[in-house]
């Protein structure tokens, strides 16, 4: 079955970064889509950025120039590099699969926790 552990997160200053990552099994990683997400306290779980096996990016708007993901398929690996951090970017974030325009995926990892302070 389809597993995916994320890591990376942490507490960081506004203006730092981080590197997320997420390591899949269970699937033929090289083939699917995947994307990043976050959920904010009390808020609805939103796409951050999103990556083709092509390697073709999409990025939410409030991410873009700041975000950037990429993807291992050695390693069944897809990254998330975030730079300029804003405490507004504090969620948990989750890797799942890809579709533009879909989020209610049945099945997601535990996440991991990037709480930006002021």
């Known amino acids: 079955q389809v597993q995916l552990v994320e890591s990376g997160g942490g507490l960081v200053q506004a203006g730092g970064s981080l590197r997320l990552s997420c390591a899949a099994s269970?699937?033929?990683?090289?083939?699917?889509?995947m994307g990043w997400y976050r959920q904010a306290p009390g808020k609805q779980r939103e796409l951050v950025a999103g990556?083709?096996?092509?390697?073709?990016?999409n990025y939410a708007d409030s991410v873009k120039g700041r975000f950037t993901i990429s993807r291992d398929n050695a390693k069944n690996t897809v990254y998330l590099q975030m730079n300029s951090l804003k405490p507004e970017d504090t969620a948990v974030y989750y890797c799942n699969f890809y579709s533009p325009g879909y989020i209610g995926y049945d099945y997601w990892g535990q996440g991991t926790q990037v709480t930006v302070s002021s």
């Open positions: 990556i083709s096996s092509g390697r073709r990016t």
């Open positions: 269970g699937m033929t990683f090289s083939i699917n889509d």
